[in-house]
């Protein structure tokens, strides 16, 4: 019943824009193997399959420390090694087939409240949701296994401890919630203890109850809590993120309309001409607005980085990305 409402919604939304379907794989970034991203460039975030935008809050405290929030992006497959050192790899110790790179996941604790901050992957255009795949950081997972100076050891010194690490997937279009689904990443509540798990493999959780969304919220929570909020390492990974992104563009092909020169100093000019253009940072946010009919917008006052050029054509809406030097 779910799967034949998600596609009668499908065709409706197909009807008022296009359905253009997209895998968010990040195999669009690029990494030396064995390597990982994790904002130090300072760029805030990056984007993948275009229309998905993952934001970043890196910190470089000076004398070699720094530290990161929000996403990063990897290729390391060390499963074996327990510490912060290893925390962008992931515990399946394997790449998803036809994926090289797959982002990872980290919640920082609010110290007024001591509560987890959710991830948020901001859509420019709406989506459709259909699956995700994810599975365990190998650092969590070895600290949920084996326990450290800070981490309990899930199960207790018993093993019947009823211990559990949870990953809640939140839709929102705009402001409002479309749903919630919870995913156990550990779980030890079980009567038999022989039945107690700590996901390894990637596995595809369906999300499409979701819904329509403009944004995805991830928040990881714990039975391991302290006086300062969660004890478990909160973060996961995943990868080959399903969905339908709506738009407008079904009139315009990627041929037809060019922006240039890109990147870009002063001004940016189209090929042809456009009436309300909107230029929007990589957060999505509308940072520059231009209603007149022309072929070219100035970006002289905008910071360093990258946008995206969005305008109607032709009564269809498009997207271009950017970068402004």
């Given at each position: 019943?779910?799967?034949?409402?998600?596609?009668?919604?499908?065709?409706?939304?197909?009807?008022?824009?296009?359905?253009?379907?997209?895998?968010?794989?990040?195999?669009?970034?690029?990494?030396?193997?064995?390597?990982?991203?994790?904002?130090?460039?300072?760029?805030?975030?990056?984007?993948?399959?275009?229309?998905?935008?993952?934001?970043?809050?890196?910190?470089?405290?000076?004398?070699?420390?720094?530290?990161?929030?929000?996403?990063?992006?990897?290729?390391?497959?060390?499963?074996?090694?327990?510490?912060?050192?290893?925390?962008?790899?992931?515990?399946?110790?394997?790449?998803?087939?036809n994926?090289?790179?797959?982002?990872?996941?980290?919640?920082?604790?609010?110290?007024?409240?001591?509560?987890?901050?959710?991830?948020?992957?901001?859509?420019?255009?709406?989506?459709?949701?259909?699956?995700?795949?994810?599975?365990?950081?190998?650092?969590?997972?070895?600290?949920?296994?084996?326990?450290?100076?800070?981490?309990?050891?899930f199960?207790?010194?018993?093993?019947?401890?009823?211990?559990?690490?949870?990953?809640?997937?939140?839709?929102?279009?705009?402001?409002?919630?479309?749903?919630?689904?919870?995913?156990?990443?550990?779980?030890?509540?079980?009567?038999?203890?022989?039945?107690?798990?700590?996901?390894?493999?990637?596995?595809?959780?369906?999300?499409?109850?979701?819904?329509?969304?403009?944004?995805?919220?991830?928040?990881?929570?714990?039975?391991?809590?302290?006086s300062?909020?969660?004890?478990?390492?909160?973060?996961?990974?995943?990868?080959?993120?399903?969905?339908?992104?709506?738009?407008?563009?079904?009139?315009?092909?990627?041929n037809?309309?060019?922006?240039?020169p890109?990147?870009?100093?002063?001004?940016?000019?189209?090929?042809?001409?456009?009436?309300?253009?909107?230029?929007?940072?990589?957060?999505?946010?509308?940072?520059?607005?231009?209603?007149?009919?022309?072929n070219?917008?100035?970006?002289?006052?905008?910071?360093?980085?990258?946008?995206?050029?969005?305008?109607?054509?032709?009564?269809?809406?498009?997207?271009?990305k950017?970068?402004?030097?």
């Amino acid at each position: 019943m779910l799967k034949k409402t998600f596609l009668n919604v499908s065709l409706i939304l197909g009807i008022l824009g296009v359905c253009k379907s997209q895998v968010v794989n990040f195999e669009d970034l690029t990494l030396p193997a064995d390597s990982f991203w994790n904002g130090f460039d300072y760029s805030g975030g990056f984007n993948s399959a275009v229309y998905a935008n993952f934001p970043n809050l890196f910190v470089d405290y000076g004398g070699g420390y720094t530290s990161w929030n929000g996403f990063a992006y990897s290729n390391k497959l060390n499963d074996i090694l327990q510490d912060y050192s290893n925390q962008y790899s992931n515990y399946a110790g394997t790449q998803l087939l036809n994926s090289t790179i797959f982002a990872i996941s980290y919640n920082s604790i609010d110290w007024n409240t001591n509560q987890v901050i959710p991830t948020e992957i901001n859509f420019i255009a709406p989506a459709v949701l259909h699956s995700i795949n994810v599975t365990n950081s190998a650092f969590t997972a070895l600290t949920i296994k084996n326990g450290d100076s800070f981490s309990k050891k899930f199960g207790g010194v018993s093993g019947n401890d009823p211990d559990w690490f949870k990953l809640t997937i939140s839709g929102y279009s705009d402001t409002v919630n479309t749903g919630n689904i919870d995913f156990y990443l550990a779980d030890y509540r079980f009567t038999d203890s022989l039945q107690d798990y700590i996901v390894k493999n990637w596995t595809q959780i369906d999300i499409s109850s979701l819904g329509q969304v403009t944004k995805l919220t991830f928040t990881l929570s714990s039975s391991d809590t302290g006086s300062f909020g969660m004890n478990t390492p909160a973060y996961f990974c995943f990868d080959n993120l399903y969905c339908d992104f709506i738009t407008n563009v079904s009139m315009v092909s990627d041929n037809e309309i060019n922006i240039f020169p890109n990147p870009a100093n002063n001004v940016i000019y189209y090929n042809k001409y456009a009436s309300n253009v909107n230029v929007l940072d990589i957060n999505g946010k509308i940072v520059k607005i231009q209603n007149k009919n022309t072929n070219q917008i100035n970006v002289s006052d905008l910071e360093n980085g990258i946008y995206f050029f969005k305008a109607e054509i032709n009564g269809n809406t498009v997207f271009r990305k950017f970068i402004k030097n």
